[in-house]
């Protein structure tokens, strides 16, 4: 099933403007980006793309606001981002609810040159 929207992690040595190059690749070309407080946004194509630099430690986030994306979910989009921008990505094996518990929210998939693997990844503080 197709998530509503997309959300990885990438590790810092990946700039908003290095995402943009890709994104404009897949998406479809990227709008000026906004400095929003600690965010950054921008559209492209149509879909919503949030960047939060340094969102988790070393860690970015970037947020894709569709469903409305290639990818059918969080996984596919990390090894594209992986592929496109050669960094580490992490991402959550698949939707999370709070419901679901503290446990299944340190579950993480990290895509890197190592490969894919479930890891333990505490974000919380």
């Known amino acids: 099933m197709r998530q509503p929207d997309i ?8 700039t908003y403007k290095d995402v943009a190059k890709w994104l ?12 929003k407080g600690q965010v950054w946004k921008c559209t492209a194509g149509n879909v919503p793309v949030t960047w939060m630099p340094k969102a988790v430690g070393k860690w970015n986030s970037l947020f894709l606001e569709s469903d409305q994306t290639p990818w059918d979910d969080d996984i596919a989009c990390a090894r594209d981002a992986f592929k ?3 960094v580490e990505v992490r991402c959550a094996p ?12 340190d579950r993480w998939i990290r ?5 894919e693997e479930e890891i333990t990844w505490r974000t919380g503080s």
Do not use: R
């Open 7 to 14: 959300e990885i992690y990438l590790k810092e040595a990946v």
């Open 94 to 105: 698949g939707s999370w609810e709070e419901a679901q518990g503290e446990d299944d929210a």
């Open 111 to 115: 895509v890197s040159a190592d490969g």
């Open 84 to 86: 496109a921008l050669n």
């Open 24 to 35: 404009s690749t897949v998406l479809g070309t990227c709008s000026e980006w906004k400095q």
